[in-house]
T-cell receptor, first 115, second 114 residues
Framework: AQSVAQPEDQVNVAEGNPLTVKCTYS??????LFWYVQYPNRGLQFLLK??????LVKGSYGFEAEFNKSQTSFHLKKPSALVSDSALYFC?????????????FGAGTRLFVKA | SQTIHQWPATLVQPVGSPLSLECTVE??????LYWYRQAAGRGLQLLFY??????ISSEVPQNLSASRPQDRQFILSSKKLLLSDSGFYLC?????????????FGEGSRLTVL
């Protein structure tokens, strides 16, 4: 069965330090992978996606993610965190056996960036 | 540009009362439409999706129903609300025929059932 795991409920990082939010997935076939961000009481916003090609994907607000097929991971990264990056981050996958119209989300990781 | 609107933003309803949440998309045609529920500020559960007018697929048996009376309108309903229906409901759309496409979310509707 297809699934997405975000092993950390919360990540704490100091402003200016690099951040990583982890995601692993399980899906048959080639996965389509996404990261979204949610601010309090708001809808989710798309950050970036991996479909094919270069394993390092760049997205909005200086975020990037690295696709690793052998480790079935798609970790979100940013070289220098900002306090305004504090939010809830979701990894998501859409694959052949999820159905073309269904995106499956991880449980979310709350990022706290301390000034 | 495309926009998605959801209303009402917040709703407090008694147990056993009906529900209607509405979602409309502007600036695109023939979108795929989705209703998700987010409980306790965390994971998202897909409730319904639609690939066209009158075409609704339900993911989870529940006390809710969805309808798509027009191409860019998606409605979430209930005849009698339960306490367990409380949550944050999110409407989303994606481009038709593009399986690699991202979802675009509305701002959500927070439902509290008392």
């Amino acid at each position: 069965a297809q699934s997405v795991a975000q092993p950390e409920d919360q990540v704490n990082v100091a402003e200016g330090n690099p951040l990583t939010v982890k995601c692993t997935y399980s899906v048959s076939g080639n996965p389509y992978l996404f990261w979204y961000v949610q601010y309090p009481n708001r809808g989710l916003q798309f950050l970036l996606k991996y479909i094919t090609g270069d394993n390092l994907v760049k997205g909005s607000y200086g975020f990037e993610a690295e696709f690793n097929k052998s480790q079935t991971s798609f970790h979100l990264k940013k070289p220098s965190a900002l306090v305004s990056d504090s939010a809830l981050y979701f990894c998501a996958v859409r694959g052949l056996n999820t159905g073309g119209f269904k995106t499956i989300f991880g449980a979310g990781t709350r990022l706290f960036v301390k000034a | 540009s495309q926009t998605i609107h959801q209303w009402p933003a917040t709703l407090v309803q008694p147990v056993g009362s009906p529900l209607s949440l509405e979602c409309t998309v502007e600036g695109t045609s023939n979108p795929n439409l989705y209703w998700y529920r987010q409980a306790a500020g965390r994971g998202l559960q897909l409730l319904f999706y639609s690939v066209g007018i009158g075409q609704i697929s339900s993911e989870v048996p529940q006390n809710l129903s969805a309808s798509r009376p027009q191409d860019r309108q998606f409605i979430l309903s209930s005849k009698k609300l339960l306490l367990s229906d409380s949550g944050f409901y999110l409407c989303a759309w994606s481009r038709r025929g593009i399986n690699t496409g991202e979802l675009f979310f509305g701002e959500g509707s927070r439902l509290t059932v008392l």
